[in-house]
């Protein structure tokens, strides 16, 4: 019975520990405006769609479509911050 509560415990401690250190980590209340960058083959999201994201979460989208594999992995391995395939 004393394990299951000194475990009980320490799961209570370590929750509560991860959810205060995560306003810590979570930089959506930075003042810094975030951009999410497709790459996709083609226009495969609506246009629309990507301005109701933006209307919604604040995020900037850039959306690059591209023809061939070899295109987007030039585009994709030069040095930017962060991307979405």
Known sequence: MRKLLI???SILVICL???YSRNFIDS?????KQ???I???????????IKKFEE??????VYETFDSNEAMLTK???PVQHRMI
Do not use: Q
Not at 39 to 49: K, T
């Open 39 to 49: 790459f996709n083959w083609g226009e495969y999201i609506d246009p629309d769609l």
């Open 56 to 61: 919604e979460t604040g995020i900037s989208v």
């Open 76 to 78: 994709k391995y030069k």
């Open 17 to 19: 520990g991860l959810l």
């Open 35 to 37: 951009t999410l960058t």
């Open 28 to 32: 959506s209340n930075s003042g810094d």
């Open 7 to 9: 475990s009980a415990v």
